[in-house]
């Protein structure tokens, strides 16, 4: 049976489809001819009924009650002579004849006496068998119908009701019509009806065969433009139908998937092509250097010169290297984030300790606002680089006498607030989207003394934050200074105390 429906599925949309509407189809059409049957029948029986009425109340018109109890008839419509006829022997010999005539032909009339018994009846009704309920029930005012059936098993519509005179009852009459041609009718409305479902059927599953393989012409020809994309020609596009309908969607959605799919490859084309030119720098200037030694008798002095030169150069790649391998694991999703509860006043306190050096280089004032205990849930270690980036760029990017100021604080219940706030050159408007972007630099001719400018350092700042739920913004003015100021939630337990930066942490931070 599974592999029965298994098979089922098997076959293409259009097809299932088909399979599906034609089945409904079928449900409806047996559903729709039932009921059409059933509304026939009974409108030829009501008609049946009403005509049998209307005969009965014929026939009444010739039935009188004499003052000894006997009854007369008389044919008023002419139409019955049979019963104009008065019988030979009585009432009982005529149902005692046992005339088997066909009840198709001739007509069924009965006339019973107050009392049940019969006083006169037609030849064919002589056949008739009369369920006993016919005549009770005509006796107690009600008139009857109902369907009775014959010796020979023919089916019968049979009327039954009672006459009256001043109110006294003194007659029953009981009319009948054979079944044979309304069955007859009926049996072949149905026949009708069942041998026109299968072509109703047919036309059903071809038209609705037709109709699925139409919708599906716009999808045909999405999938055929969408095959012909490749990774390299993602400049095209797939057609958009000018009706707004689910295809339209699809067009939209395929299309916009496909510029974020060009957006992100042009990025990494990027990211290749300046990490290249990033990492050929310091290579060249190391080939060059060892160039001039191989070529030059140099003094020890000079070579010694040299070699640190070269060495800060291996340093400088060094630190673009693990960079790129930290944005490359981040882009992977491999970068994960060991979270536990930091105390973020602790850390800043430290970093900036750290800094205290650097920033004297500089000639740069450097204060701390960490006065509340803060925790967050963080990496410690990826927590200690966004604050050594953040302030390593405000050190660098200030004038000498300028200020550095750090500030931790609670931003609201959920959230905690690092700023860092340089008295620098500050950001020109039009560079302030872009300085998040990897090897993005304002001007590359200001770099860091140590020269690891790589203008990767924001980016991997971002990425972090964005890791740890958080958002970071800037303001800055050319001239006045930049405002950096990152939000970060804050641990979803009471604040936890961590003491002080673990060893490890603690080596990171003088790293
Ligand atoms: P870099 O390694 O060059 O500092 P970053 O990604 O850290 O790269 O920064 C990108 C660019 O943003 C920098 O080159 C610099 O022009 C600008 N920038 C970053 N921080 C500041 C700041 N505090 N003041 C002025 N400019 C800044």
Redesign the pocket.
Known sequence: MKRFFRYLRLPGVRLQLMLWYTAVFAVLIFFSDTILYTQLQTSLVANLDSSLRVQAQQISNGVTANADGTITIQDTTGDLPELAMTPDSGASNVEQQGNHSDVTFGSLVRILDAKGHLVRGTSASTALIIPPVSITQAMQGTPWQGNVSTRNGQQVRLYSMELTENGVPFAIIQVGESLAQLQAALRSVALELVAIAPFILLLGALGSYWLAARAFIPIDRLTRTTQHIQAGDLHQRVPVPHTHDEVHRLATTLNEMIRRLEAAFRRQRRFVADASHELRTPVAVIRSMTDLALLEELTLQEYKELLGNINIETERLGHLISNLLALARADEGKMSLELEPVRLDQLVRAVATNAEVLAAEHAITLEVQAAEPISILGDEARLIQVVM?LLD??I??TDAGGLVTIDVARKDASSACLTIH?T????AAEHIPH?FERF????PAR??ADG????????IVEWIIHAHHGTITVE?QPGQG?T?CVTLPLAPTKPVQTGSLTREKSKAVER
């Not at 993005?440 to 001007?443: C, E, G, I, L, P």
């Open positions: 980036n760029n405000a660098v990017y340089d620098g050159i500050g950001i300085i993005y630099r304002v001007d770099v860091r690891n400018s790589s203008g990767l350092g924001l980016a800055s930049s950096f």
